[in-house]
């Protein structure tokens, strides 16, 4: 499955004066040669690298938002404290939101899709695999740029201040006249074309590159959910960027869209933000569902309970996430029928989430459980994600909700279906997946006590926040007042916080500790399949080599490589029929053509933020940024591919670079690029 | 590595920017002089920040000398970035005999276009600053492509092949450029036309001309066979035929258009003006939270 | 091995579908827009009554449709590697979606000088907003389109690349289609 | 023993701990309580979300107790602490029987929720269509129709009363600010609407909340059982001053409903020369009248004529007032076109209220006391917190953050001198 890029082969100088041709070939785009050091990161196009960047680059971030989160709590311990200001604590909040959201949450996500879809579906990389690079590097800048708005123009001058979900006319210049808002909305549309870019790609990858016999419902539950989760980004991610022009234009331009003196209605950007927003949120929680769908099963040693009813409810979840938007709109005014249409709506999403949470512990139930670190998180998930849920029912009767909406018992609702939901479940999958991606095993010891800390003081910070919300503690508030019956809560929410951080760093610790361990030879190698799992992804070398598979795959079965290495007999019992190291590949085959690096996708990448800051200081820097896009797509087009053999595939012979550049880019960049 | 093009175009580059700071603090504002007792502090900052912050003198020839630095510092990385196509990088290949320079194969007309260029830029300066600006941008191309048939020319001892060279890094850029002026000016001589004509004929035009289109390429389409020169013939007149009667149109001007209500343009107007200040000065925003402080 | 996709599509061309998929949601939040903001313009503001000009609107959306119309034979041509024809019917199609965008500039101007910027009003923010990001998809096409031309020229675009065309003209219908719903709502539809 | 399990079960009774807590929401003294009450419609969203609570309170049992007890049941004991060993020490190769799914079970569940959540939204929307009936007829009036434009900004409450039944019936009566005060028992029907951005209302004793959006009124009613002063909040975030922009509801008797109404509609004279305010008052023309209106004393410039207050931009209540029609339950408010109006709380009655300054201060210490014991009419007899309301003439940003210089919003510092400050007080505390 090889596949090639270009249409140009290399320029071979062999015309009339016989001179003979040059060793390396001449011409202006050679491709980099992979293999040494940086290099081979920044110009890589392997789904592999790509996905550990995004899940370094997640975690970084999620770090960053935590710094917020910690600023925000310690303001928050104490009635009347005064470390942050006001000014500084709305812009706080809001980058925590957005950096948590879309620069935390949405690309680990993306880390997991990118390593794990080739991988499980028998792939040997992605449709695109220079889109695939593009997408993350427009993703980092625009993250890069986004967090740069607080040192750009002054030190917490021009951040954000608007609320993640940036509510007009408060957005507008005339009430947020700070550059922040700027900053907010064309760091959100870079990288929201990212995420497109990226949906397009593994949506293709999934529907065309699967392994001979991979039906759609022979494939594991994760691909199946982020399959999903990239459909609804490919549809969620124009309407954000429909809401997210209107306010740039309102800003930049003088356009109307929110301008209510001429007789704009504010609804409108609820709707537009909402309708993205929601199908958003499952966008985050769906890939954690998968990764826990391949955990419980692993460690329970049986296969998913329901297979079918998990794969349909998450596409119910999918199709129903589009028709409740309006339940973050309660308050709003859009009338009663609306909200009583939005209300019901939104109730029966509860049905399709709780037939997960249902055949998870169906799945658990009778198994033998093995309580390792990755079960104990998906275990939490199950547990946590609940509590959540459930605080989301009761926000769905709009009645109810007209008390609850905007205060903690909100922030109590999301952090528990986003901390408890998504990030133990992702943390659950790096300790699951470790092994298979960097070839060594994450110390279970400190992996143990670290979830404990984590889940104690999860708990700690989010659940008082129900008592502090039904007790009438709004959201989004600088500081509150000693008598209002908000103090020891706040306090012990504080404290939870402080804990949740010391998890966080036990985990990076026992990164480096765990990986000194296994260099010393300390500890063992885990082997191709450390878990006894059942997916293609433990059927190849631990870490993955480049090429991923040595052969094709031919897959009969769901869990194609459990039942390679477990059979039944004629009782019934299951019985081995070989091991993981007799089916698994080694990784061995060297004689596989693999995409080659590219600097194009980084150069055309590089471009967008510089527009961006273009957009907002400076326009000439505009003509520099455009220069890189074009620059960019121009090299794209007419990179060669750098083994003449390699064309001889139909889905090759140079057609993806044209096509890809053609349909998926230029139009978004022109998108952005011209807006006059 | 450090190929003398490159240092040529490096040196070229560090001299616009000399020169381009230089022009801008000595063309800035006396008034706030604050050094030297004629230089505005402004002016330093904007002249060393791009124009960042604070200002600078003349923005025209500012510009226009950043704008020297840029393309020289970009056709320098370019040098080395192709350094297959240099000289130097050759001879190293052919243990170290240089390729002779060879005559082009092709007829090169960039010394005309970049003599155009030069008129257009003369005229430009006494007349209209975006006749200079075109005028600018000819000569620049100019420059760069006869830069690139240099290297070419050079890249190896075979002429057939440093045309191949030549082209097949030029063309990808050339054409495209060329075809996306051709559809711009088409698109701009069609609604000059449509504009200098009345509302009603505007409609007539468009269809005739949509048709005129659509029935000679129908034309040519059912004939089994067409002459090359007749093609060629039909094309060129039909693009003569637009790009006149388009600078006829443009210089005719556009037909009357009135605001439709009286009272409202005043509205508008003031509206626009209420936004042209929110926006026309960004800075303005800042400073305000500046005195704040 | 010779390569299939699962599908039987080409990743190119499957990757294509997916986008305007994407697209269709684009308009449908700006056509959205457009709507609820058409008729909130003051007693004395323009709005489209007062602007459009139904009959040139009429000739410039035919002019598109015909623009299709070429593309498929275009496309029809070249798949018979016919590839002299093909390239009448490709230069025809940006001919043809030149004078659309031509038209566009046109009627824009004739907006702006009769007193309807794009600040002037709702109606105006909106209407701009709308067939402007309609505009620049026309002219993506037509560049894409040109580059098939020149690629035709240069020899490159043969029967065997038939299927890039085919992507292409993918796009194009697109946007043609999209431009038919939004001269209905929002030329054709009453007030 | 095994130790994270045991934490697992403490850490579990700590949570429905928590959750108990939270259902019966514990902690005492909380003004801004949603689970306490006091008026009509709080009583009923109360009565809708207990049984909620209650559900989602088995099924958290149910789904906690299922983890744990799956969790206890079904874990596989590792043999021998195997440092070597990542996989805890698990190499048995022992299976469970391996079930793949049941369809009987798999429906059960899914219509299982289905027809809980169908029963739930049966009676939730009947009540949710009940709560946002503004229409029916208010209950309990003895006092008549009494509605009240409810203008949000940054960062404080105005209120606009138009009271039936009082002579020049729809006309708006009068302007008051951060407390809007009503007659107890009975349906007061409000209409939010903002002057800048959007805001939202909140008296968590009484109802839920509304948005109050620039360009649409909504309606929305509050009613209180009992006299006393509900403590609310602007729960939608405004920008900087969100967490400073409070406000209060005063329910009182209607008879003394009947005298504040007196009060407020009065106007007040200029003083004489020889008034010991006069100078006061002389001082507020000067440098605080451009804002502020009393009305009487200070005139005010507004599109070019000169208004005796605030209200007078306001149309007549009918424009917004619901449609009965049923289609449109917004109507649209021309007086946002004026956004950021620089408008500030008019003052003709300022020693009247309890609080100030988007009711982020008292203005009398022990407020909340007097005013539940029934003497809010007369709270200006007592003691007033003279310091903090120094320090606000003196500095104001500084003790409530306010907007961008230029921007009119909030009160700026008007570098007042003490004396003028003691004068101004003194003089602010006669509006009664
Ligand atoms: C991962 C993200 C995520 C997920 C999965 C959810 C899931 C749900 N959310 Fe949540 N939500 C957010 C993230 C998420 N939410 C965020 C970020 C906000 C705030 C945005 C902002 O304002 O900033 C928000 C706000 C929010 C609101 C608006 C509140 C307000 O502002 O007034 C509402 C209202 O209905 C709501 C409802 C729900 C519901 C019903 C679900 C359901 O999907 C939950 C379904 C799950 C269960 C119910 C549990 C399992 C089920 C069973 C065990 C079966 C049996 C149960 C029953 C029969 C009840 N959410
Ligand atoms: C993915 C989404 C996500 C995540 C994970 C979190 C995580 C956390 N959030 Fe977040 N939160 C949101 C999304 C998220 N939040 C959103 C969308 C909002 C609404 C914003 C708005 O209103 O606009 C919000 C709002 C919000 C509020 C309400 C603010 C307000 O309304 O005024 C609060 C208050 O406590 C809060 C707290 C926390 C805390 C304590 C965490 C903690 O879980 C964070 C824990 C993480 C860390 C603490 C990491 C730090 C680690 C270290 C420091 C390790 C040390 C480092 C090394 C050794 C290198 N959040
Ligand atoms: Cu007003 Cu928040
Ligand atoms: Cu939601």
């Known amino acids: 499955m090889t596949i090639v890029e270009s249409e140009e082969t290399p320029l071979e100088l062999e015309s009339a004066g016989g001179q003979p041709p040059a060793e390396k070939p001449l011409g202006a785009f050679t491709r980099p040669q992979g293999g040494n050091g940086w290099k081979d990161w920044l110009f890589t196009v392997d789904h592999k690298k790509i996905g550990i960047m995004y899940g370094a680059a997640g975690l970084l971030f999620f770090v960053i938002g935590g710094i917020y989160a910690l600023f925000m709590r310690l303001q928050l311990s104490r009635p009347g404290n005064s470390i942050l200001s006001a000014e500084t604590y709305n812009q706080v909040f809001t980058m925590h939101g957005v950096v948590m959201v879309f620069l935390a949450a949405i690309p680990l996500g993306a880390a997991f899709a990118n390593y794990l879809i080739p991988l499980q579906i028998g792939a040997r990389d992605v449709a695109f695999p220079r889109l695939n690079a593009f997408s993350f590097w427009v993703f980092l800048g625009g993250g890069l740029f986004l967090l740069s708005s607080m040192f750009i123009g002054g030190w917490w001058e021009n951040s954000p201040d608007g609320g993640w979900f940036a509510y007009s006319p408060n957005t507008g210049v005339l009430f947020s006249p700070s550059k922040g808002i700027d900053f907010f909305a064309i760091g959100l549309q870079i990288t929201g074309i990212a995420s497109l870019v990226g949906a397009i790609n593994l949506i293709v990858t999934v529907l065309n590159m699967r392994a001979p016999g991979m039906t759609l419902m022979k494939m594991p539950i994760l691909t199946w959910m982020l399959f999903i989760v990239q459909m609804l980004l490919l549809f969620a991610m124009p309407v954000i960027s429909v809401a997210l022009f209107l306010l740039t234009f309102d800003r930049l331009f003088g356009a109307n869209f929110f301008n209510v003196a001429e007789g704009a209605d504010p609804l409108l950007w609820q709707h537009l933000f909402w309708i993205f927003g929601h199908p958003e949120v499952y966008v985050l929680i769906l890939p954690s569902f998968g990764v826990i769908s391949e955990i419980i099963p692993t460690f329970s040693r049986k296969p998913i309970f329901g297979y079918p009813f998990m794969v349909f409810s998450g596409i119910a979840i999918g199709f129903m996430g589009w028709g409740v938007w309006a339940h973050h709109m309660f308050a709003s005014g859009v009338g009663p029928v609306a909200v009583a249409a939005f209300s019901v709506s939104t109730m029966f999403i509860a049905v399709p989430t709780g037939v997960k949470i249902l055949n998870w512990l169906a799945t658990m139930w009778g198994g033998r459980i093995r309580f390792t670190t990755p079960m104990l998180y998906a275990t939490a998930v199950v547990a946590m994600f609940t509590i959540g849920g459930l605080s989301g029912v009761t926000h769905s009767l709009a009645a109810a909700d007209s008390q609850q909406t905007d205060t903690y018992y909100i922030v109590a609702h999301f952090h528990y279906v986003i901390f408890g939901g998504i990030i133990l479940g992702f943390f659950g999958g790096f300790y699951f997946w470790w092994p298979k991606i960097f070839g060594y095993f994450l110390s279970e010891k400190i992996g143990k006590s670290s979830f404990w800390v984590m889940v104690i003081g999860f708990n700690l910070t989010f659940g008082p926040m129900h008592i502090l919300g039904l007790q009438g503690m709004s959201r989004r508030i600088q500081t509150y007042s000693s008598g209002q019956g908000f103090d020891l809560w706040n306090l012990v929410a504080t404290i939870g916080a402080f804990m949740i951080a010391i998890a966080t760093a036990m985990f990076i610790g026992n990164v480096i500790v765990s990986r000194k361990a296994f260099k010393a030879g300390k500890t063992p190698a885990p082997g191709p399949d450390p878990w006894d799992a059942r997916s293609l992804e433990w059927m190849t070398a631990s870490p993955v080599p480049e090429h991923n598979f040595d052969e094709t795959i031919h897959v009969e079965k769901q869990d194609e490589f459990w039942h390679r290495k477990w059979g039944k007999n004629e009782e019934g019992q299951v019985v081995r029929r070989a091991t993981a190291e007799e089916v698994a590949h080694d990784g061995s085959n060297t004689n596989v053509h693999l995409p080659s690096p590219s600097y194009w996708p980084l150069v055309a990448a590089i471009g967008l933020p510089i527009i961006g800051y273009g957009l907002i200081y400076n326009l000439l820097l505009c003509v520099l940024g455009g220069l890189f896009v074009l620059g960019g797509l121009y090299g794209w087009v007419f990179e060669p591919v750098d083994d003449p053999n390699a064309d001889n595939h139909d889905h090759g012979d140079g057609q993806d670079s044209y096509a890809e550049l053609e349909t998926a880019e230029v139009t978004n960049a022109s998108e952005d690029t011209t807006i006059e | ?293 | 091995m010779s390569e299939t996709t699962t599908l039987g599509v080409s990743h190119d061309k499957l990757g294509m579908w997916v986008f305007l998929g994407s697209d269709c949601l684009l308009f449908g939040a700006l056509i959205s827009t457009y709507m609820l903001y058409k008729d909130r313009i003051g007693p004395t503001d323009l709005g489209p009554e007062e602007m459009f000009d139904i009959p040139f609107t009429s000739v410039s959306s035919f002019v598109l449709l015909m623009s299709s119309l070429t593309v498929v034979l275009a496309i029809t041509a070249l798949r018979r590697n016919d590839i002299r024809r093909s390239r009448i019917w490709l230069l025809s199609t940006a001919i043809l979606g030149a004078i659309f965008v031509g038209g566009q500039v046109y009627e824009f101007t004739a907006f702006y000088r009769e007193g309807l910027g794009y600040t002037t009003n709702l109606f105006g923010t909106a209407f701009f907003t709308l067939t402007g990001f309609h505009g620049v998809h026309v002219t993506v096409g037509i560049i894409f389109l040109m580059s098939m031309y020149i690629q035709s020229m240069r020899g490159k675009l043969t029967s065997a690349q038939e299927e890039r065309l085919e992507i292409i003209g993918l796009y194009w219908h697109f946007v043609d289609v999209v431009w038919i719903v939004i001269f209905t709502i929002v030329y054709l539809f009453p007030q | 023993m095994n130790a994270p399990l045991k934490r697992k079960i403490t850490w579990a009774l700590g949570l429905a701990t928590f959750a108990f807590l939270a259902l019966t929401g514990c902690a005492g003294n909380a003004p801004l309580d949603t689970l306490d009450p006091a008026g009509r419609k709080s009583e009923g969203i109360s009565d809708l979300i207990n049984p909620i609570f209650v559900i989602a309170g088995i099924v958290f049992i149910f789904i906690q107790g299922a983890v744990l007890y799956i969790g206890w049941k079904y874990k596989v004991r590792a043999p021998k602490k195997n440092e070597e060993s990542f996989d805890g020490g698990y190499t048995d190769e022992e299976f469970p029987e391996q079930v793949h799914g049941h369809f009987g079970a798999e429906i059960s569940w899914t219509i299982g929720p289905t027809i809980l959540m169908a029963a739930i939204a049966i009676f939730s929307v009947g009540f949710l269509l009940n709560l946002d009936d503004v229409d029916a007829a208010p209950e309990g009036a003895t006092y008549p129709d009494v509605e009240v434009l409810v203008v949000g900004q940054q960062w404080w409450w105005e209120y606009h009363y138009y009271l039936d039944g009082i002579e020049g019936a729809n006309e708006p009566h009068f302007v008051t600010a951060n407390e809007i005060v009503i007659p107890v028992d009975q349906d007061v029907r409000i209409y939010t609407t903002s002057r800048d951005v959007i805001h939202s209302f909140w008296i968590p004793r009484l109802n839920g909340k509304k948005d109050a959006v620039p360009g649409r009124t909504t309606p929305w009613v509050i009613q209180s059982n009992e006299v006393g002063r509900f403590a609310g909040q602007c729960t939608e975030f405004c920008g900087l001053s969100h967490a400073y922009m409070r406000m209060y509801t005063v329910a009182l008797p209607h008879e003394e409903f009947s005298s504040w109404v007196d009060n407020q509609i009065q106007f007040r004279t200029p003083l004489a020369e020889d008034d010991p305010n006069y100078e006061g008052e002389q001082l507020f023309i000067t440098n605080c009248a451009r804002c502020h209106a009393i009305n009487g004393v200070t005139g005010r410039e507004m599109n070019g004529e000169t208004v005796a207050d605030s209200m007078a931009m306001y149309g007549n209540i009918e424009e917004f007032r619901n449609h009965s029609d049923g289609t449109l339950s917004q109507g649209k408010y021309t007086g946002a076109a004026n956004l950021t109006s620089g408008a500030a709380p008019n003052l003709t009655h300022f020693a009247s209220r309890s609080s100030y300054a988007g009711s982020f201060f008292e203005l009398y210490p022990n407020a909340q006391e007097i005013a539940d014991e029934g003497g809010y009419l007369d709270i200006s007899e007592n003691d007033y917190a003279r310091g903090t309301l120094e320090a606000w003439l003196r500095n104001s940003p500084k003790e409530k953050p306010n907007a961008q210089p230029g921007q009119a919003r909030g009160m700026p510092n008007l570098n007042l001198s003490e004396a003028q400050i003691d004068l101004l007080v003194d003089y602010l505390m006669t509006l009664n």
Not at chain 2, 138 to 164: V, Y
Request: hydrophobic content about 50%; aromatic content about 8%.
């Open chain 2, 1 to 293: 590595m450090f190929s003398p093009g490159f240092r040529l175009f490096m040196g070229f580059a560090g001299f616009g920017l000399i020169a381009a700071f230089f022009y801008a603090v000595v063309t800035g504002d006396g008034g706030g002089a604050d050094y030297l007792g004629f230089i505005d502090a402004e002016v330093w900052v904007g002249a060393a920040s791009l124009g960042w912050s604070g200002g600078v003198g003349d923005h025209v020839g500012y510009v226009i000398l950043v704008m020297f630095a840029i393309v020289s510092a970009g056709l320098a990385i370019m040098l080395t970035a192709f350094r297959d196509a240099d000289s130097d990088a050759v001879s190293e290949l052919n243990d170290g005999t240089l390729p002779p320079a060879q005559s082009p194969v092709s007829y090169n007309y960039w010394p005309i276009i970049g003599a155009v260029g030069l008129g257009t830029l003369v005229t430009g300066l006494v007349t209209h600053a975006a006749i200079f600006v075109v005028g600018l941008i000819l000569i620049l191309t100019t420059a760069f492509e006869l830069m690139m048939s240099a290297w070419a020319d050079r890249a190896t001892g075979d002429p057939i092949a440093n045309a191949e060279l030549r082209n097949r890094i030029m063309k990808p850029v050339e054409v495209p450029i060329l075809g996306v002026i051709g559809i711009a000016v088409a698109v701009i001589c069609a609604s000059r036309i449509f504009l200098a004509v009345s509302k009603s004929w505007a409609i007539w035009v468009a269809v005739i001309i949509s048709a005129v289109v659509f029935l000679s390429a129908l034309a040519f389409a059912l004939a089994e066979k067409v002459n090359r020169n007749v093609v060629a013939g039909v094309l060129a007149t039909g693009a003569i035929a637009l790009l006149a009667s388009g600078v006829a149109s443009a210089v005719v001007g556009e037909r009357d258009m009135s605001h439709h209500h009286g009272e409202h343009s005043e509205h508008s107007e003031s509206h626009e003006g209420e936004n042209g200040e929110e926006h026309s000065d960004q800075g303005s925003h800042s400073d305000m939270k500046e005195s704040d402080k």
